[in-house]
């Protein structure tokens, strides 16, 4: 069993920067791909970052402004987003695979959180 509580999301200005956290409890959390998905208002959940034991994965549309990164000593994993635009405004939503799935598709992970928001404003 994994649980995860997200932390981080607030309300700033287009082009502030914000940090997600994500704590995970249970054993399995070293071997565990993680990732973060969102969700806008109206719009599908999708596929925003996931790290895997080796690699790590973006979607087009945050490549090169949010960085994805772990700390298996504290079981946590963080989303640093910066260069926020308003487009960016969602439930962002913590996951983990315990399988080491760390495809684009929510299903395919195991658990996820309750979310965090994250508002910017322009």
């Known amino acids: 069993q994994v649980q995860l509580v997200e932390s981080g999301g607030g309300l700033v200005q287009a082009g502030d920067s914000l940090r997600l956290s994500c704590a995970a409890s249970g054993r399995t959390f070293g071997s565990s791909a993680m990732g973060w998905f969102r969700q806008a208002p109206g719009k599908e959940r999708e596929f925003v970052a996931a790290?895997?034991?080796?690699?790590?994965y973006y979607d087009e549309s945050v490549k090169g402004r949010f960085t994805i990164s772990r700390d298996n000593a504290k079981h946590t994993v963080y989303l640093q987003m910066n260069g926020l635009k308003p487009e960016d405004t969602a439930v962002y939503y913590c996951?983990?695979?315990?399988?080491?799935?760390?495809?684009?598709?929510?299903?395919?992970?195991?658990?996820w959180g309750q979310g965090t928001q994250v508002t910017v404003s322009s």
């Open positions: 790290i895997s034991r080796s690699a790590l």
């Open positions: 996951v983990a695979s315990t399988t080491g799935y760390s495809g684009r598709n929510f299903h395919g992970y195991d658990y």
